[in-house]
């Protein structure tokens, strides 16, 4: 009996230390392990993927053709009352402090999950207030859809009210992709632009 218990407790601790060997080469793997302060389900290459868009000239883009360096992507519509334009200022601040702090070029991407308001002319207007490097990207509802599903977002219009005048709930993540590495890290909108900054300056030094 006594030594039942001896090989049971062997065979425990050699499947704890192979869990743990496992679990540390994981993390020994990731590149962007001292950087994270987030988990995401099933790893961070669930999310984002290919997309297919219309830019601020109305040429139609890829994510290749736009992701082409560090770049944040937000997901909103430019009638947002509040929420977007506050997030999209955060995001804009943050490239600046980045840029003319830290010297690092980082992108802020606005995509619109409101195709029907937003034209490719309503997005330059709105990006240009924000950041001169910030590019909009509207498209049809199906590709806005596509994109929005890549990501992982969720937008709904309201179907209450005027008809023109509506409002849209959305997520309002902040989502750092790279071309190399694909989706890396998001941000809530609680999180300030310096510490914003801050975080991304770590996944740029350690992805370069």
Not at 38 to 60: C, H, M, Q, R, Y
Not at 86 to 92: F, Q, T
């Amino acid at each position: 009996m006594r030594m039942v218990s001896i090989v049971a407790v062997a065979v425990v601790a050699a499947l704890l230390g192979v869990l743990w060997y496992l679990t540390a080469k994981q993390g020994s793997d990731d590149l962007f392990a001292q950087c994270r302060a987030s988990n995401v389900a099933g790893g961070s290459g669930t999310i984002g993927g290919p997309f297919t868009l219309v830019d601020e000239t109305g040429k139609t883009v890829t994510d290749k053709d736009v992701i082409t360096g560090p770049t944040l992507v937000y997901f909103g519509y430019t009638f947002c009352p509040d929420v977007c334009p506050l997030d999209n200022a955060r995001n804009a601040e943050a490239v600046t402090i980045l840029e003319e702090d830290m010297g690092k070029i980082v992108k802020p991407i606005f995509i619109s999950i409101d195709p029907e308001r937003d034209t490719p002319q309503a997005m330059l207007e709105f990006t240009d207030i924000m950041h001169p490097r910030m590019l909009g990207l509207t498209g049809t509802p199906e590709q806005t859809k596509a994109a929005s599903k890549a990501y992982h977002t969720y937008f709904k219009k309201q179907v209450d009210g005027d008809p023109e005048y509506y409002l849209v709930d959305h997520s309002t993540q902040t989502y750092l992709v790279f071309p190399e590495h694909g989706f890396v890290e998001f941000f809530r909108r609680d999180e300030t632009a310096e510490n914003m900054a801050k975080r991304v300056g770590c996944f740029v030094d350690a992805a370069s």
